[in-house]
Nanobody, 125 residues
Framework: VQLQASGGGLVQAGGSLRISCAASGRTFSSYVGWFRQAPGKEREFVGRIKWSDGYTAYAESVKGRFTISRDKAKNTVSLQMTSLKPEDTAVYYC????????????????????WGQGTQVTVSS
């Protein structure tokens, strides 16, 4: 599976940005997650969507501000980010989990085996 992320950029605090992840090679399966990594910090879970039923879950830090959606016809997953804060600045990665991943493991980046190249999101204050 090849994952291509797009849509990152620079935005002012309070603004919105949408990033997308397109898969080629095979269709998504199980979970598609979004993670981010800021300079000097570990990669952290942002949110994920279960491909089959669209059920989503989010980190507390982004809950109510970020929304993940999927387009089965286009084999893409998007992350809509609103009310952005400077602390949201990071490289954002989409990833696909093992097909055997269950709910409890869907928050762990270690269960994701395909990763996109990352897209930079910078929020200025």
């Amino acid at each position: 599976v090849q994952l291509q992320a797009s849509g990152g950029g620079l935005v002012q605090a309070g603004g919105s940005l949408r990033i997308s992840c397109a898969a080629s090679g095979r269709t998504f399966s199980s979970y598609v997650g979004w993670f981010r990594q800021a300079p000097g910090k570990e990669r952290e879970f942002v949110g994920r969507i279960k491909w089959s039923d669209g059920y989503t879950a989010y980190a507390e830090s982004v809950k109510g501000r970020f929304t993940i959606s999927r387009d089965k016809a286009k084999n893409t997953v998007s992350l809509q980010m609103t009310s952005l804060k400077p602390e949201d600045t990071a490289v954002y990665y989409c990833a696909v989990s093992r097909s055997s991943t269950i709910y409890s493991g869907s928050f762990d980046p270690g269960n994701y085996i395909y990763w996109g190249q990352g897209t930079q999101v910078t929020v200025s204050s």
